[in-house]
């Protein structure tokens, strides 16, 4: 069974900064890709930012040029440095790792989700 953490959400003032982490654990031989999700209030799941084995990124059109993901694939960690934060930025985020190879199968997990809220 693979499990994703993630932990550094919070509140932020509008303008300040929070960097996300998400570590992958349990038996597993390989993950692709690893990103970040989130979901605002009545709001549908949307892609943050991704990040392949290989290190090639993804972002969502809204976080360009502020946010900035990237990954330790010896500790099987993504983070998530976001910066210059904006209201319009609270969500619950969510880890995301896929696929990933266990002996077993081969399927994407996602973590439990860590509140971000950004208001003065």
């Known amino acids: 069974q693979v499990q994703l953490v993630e932990s550094g959400g919070g509140l932020v003032q509008p303008g300040g900064s929070l960097r996300l982490s998400c570590a992958a654990s349990?038996?597993?031989?390989?993950?692709?890709?690893m990103g970040w999700y989130r979901q605002a209030p009545g709001k549908q799941r949307e892609l943050v930012a991704r990040?392949?084995?290989?290190?090639?990124?993804n972002y969502a059109d809204s976080v360009k040029g502020r946010f900035t993901i990237s990954r330790d694939n010896a500790k099987n960690t993504v983070y998530l440095q976001m910066n210059s934060l904006k209201p319009e930025d609270t969500a619950v985020y969510y880890c995301?790792?896929?696929?990933?190879?266990?002996?077993?199968?081969?399927?994407?997990?996602w973590g439990k989700g860590t509140l971000v809220t950004v208001s003065s």
């Open positions: 990040i392949a084995s290989g290190g090639s990124t």
């Open positions: 995301n790792a896929g696929p990933v190879a266990t002996v077993s199968n081969y399927r994407d997990y």
């Open positions: 349990g038996l597993l031989i390989s993950i692709n890709t």
